[in-house]
């Protein structure tokens, strides 16, 4: 069965809670909107604060400071992959993963 999309930007939320150490990364998704709404803000205050001294965390900041619906999933999980192995090539992978996206597009019309 698969997730619903809340459930995955649930977790992406802990996920990127514990990259920031906070202690109640733990617990699991945000069960509501008005938890999720309270991690999120977690989250930005902990990037805002280290994204001074660091352009990939600036850049996480600035696309987890847009609302939920609008958020570029695919950007926010290549800048988090950079962070982990800065040989990655941002535009290269998020060019691929366009171009992967089109080729599914033009099978479902």
């Known amino acids: 069965m698969e997730k619903p ?3 995955v930007r649930g977790w992406t939320i802990v996920v990127l809670l514990a990259a920031c150490g906070a202690a109640n990364a733990q617990s699991g998704p945000p069960a509501d909107a008005n938890e999720r709404a309270a991690l999120r803000a977690q989250v930005q205050a902990d990037l805002a604060s280290r994204a001074k001294r660091d352009p990939n965390l600036a850049t996480l900041n600035r696309l987890l400071a847009q609302p939920e619906t609008v958020i570029d999933l ?4 290549v800048t988090i992959e950079a962070m982990i192995d800065p040989k990655v090539n941002q535009s290269a992978t998020l060019r691929a993963l366009n171009n992967l996206a089109q080729a599914i597009r033009a099978r479902f019309p």
């Open 5 to 7: 999309w809340s459930t």
């Open 74 to 77: 695919a950007r926010a999980e």
